[in-house]
């Protein structure tokens, strides 16, 4: 990683800093009047797509202001630029007779208009669905995607991982996980929704991976862990993708209570016949569920909130560094959620983690976006960066 694009990362750090993909010197012009109408930090200028992904999804914090120059971006650059879950504020600045591309804001070229459009936010998304009626016809219609939540290993900070996180894209709506997710529980949709996540998750990660050895995890309830067919559909779905079963990793979510753990273990080692590992979902403080990690899953991921404690509780640190140990008994992964910062890195590093996961690695990315990301961070485990140093 080159000096200046460190310089620009620090400059990003600031709050409200504005990253500027143009070459036009009115649109350069018109941000640089803009921020200071804002009273905010110089632009951060760069003249390609590439190295705006890079700002996007490597190391380090990602811009929470975007302002693209009419015309520019490459399909990638879009892709991400239009998610409604990247949490940037995206503008378009154009000139008279440029086109804008499709689902992103425009204003011309001029500063007071892109400041009061900056300042303005992201126009508020509708509300949660409440229809279950209304996610069958979405899951019957495709409209389940995917967001790749990326992981990188401790020791040498490669990427090796990407959590498949289900969002539903309604026309003229994007919702996350949270809000519809209890609704297909409590609608019996589970099982579908299951599948669908599984099966975009395989085909996208196939599809944009590039033959780097990136593997999948996703959410999976209890309920249809223990179905004895989920292993053989899972299996053909996965080779239908080019994959292979110890591309993935399921996580077991904690909203169900395990009440018969010799049927989960029967279920855990009928998935590792065939090459399935099982993750053990936000393990934490005072967690009834620590019992379970006497079954034969493949790994434990440490809630976030455990691992934000880390740095200023000396109970978090022993509690992580006693399941750290069991795990080395036992050739299990050891996964951190919430890395957001350098004390966060260290902290989880020192107790001996595998893999870091949170917005200080990357933001939940469009799978279009996936490359960007792998190439980011293998250029930098290359070049031995420090950690990420905010979120």
Known sequence: MDKMLRRQ???????????LVASDPLVIAATRDAVRRMAGPPPVLVATSAEALTHMVGPGISPRHLVLEGGAGSSALLSAARDPFNGMEVVVVTRPGQESPPGLRQVPAEGASLAAALAAGTPPQPGPASDAADLALGLARGEITVRFQPMVRLA?????????????????????????????????????????????????????????????????????????????????????????????????????????????????????????????????????????????FAGVKLDRKLVVAMPHSRRARAEVERIVRHARRHAMVVIAEGVTDTNLWRAVAAAGCDLAQGFGVGRPLPPAALPAWIAAWSAAAVAEPPPPQAA
């Open 9 to 19: 990362r620090r400059a990003l750090s600031e709050p409200g800093t504005v990253l």
């Open 156 to 296: 040498d900070r490669r990427p090796v991982m990407v959590e498949a996180l289900a969002r539903w894209e309604r026309p003229h709506a994007a919702i996350g996980a949270q809000e519809f997710i209890p609704l297909a529980e409590r609608a019996g949709l589970s099982p579908l929704l299951t599948r669908a996540v599984a099966r975009r998750a395989t085909a996208d990660l196939a599809a944009q991976r590039g033959g780097r050895h990136i593997r999948l995890s996703f959410n999976i309830p209890l309920a249809e862990l223990l179905k004895p067919d989920l292993a053989s559909w899972l299996f053909d779905l996965v080779a239908e993708a080019g994959l292979a079963p110890a591309d993935v990793l399921l996580e077991l979510t904690e909203s169900t209570e395990v009440r018969d753990r010799a049927l989960l273990r029967r279920a855990l080692l009928r998935l590792a016949r065939i090459g399935f590992g099982v993750l053990l979902d936000d393990l934490g403080l005072n967690d009834g569920r620590h019992g379970l990690l006497r079954l034969p």
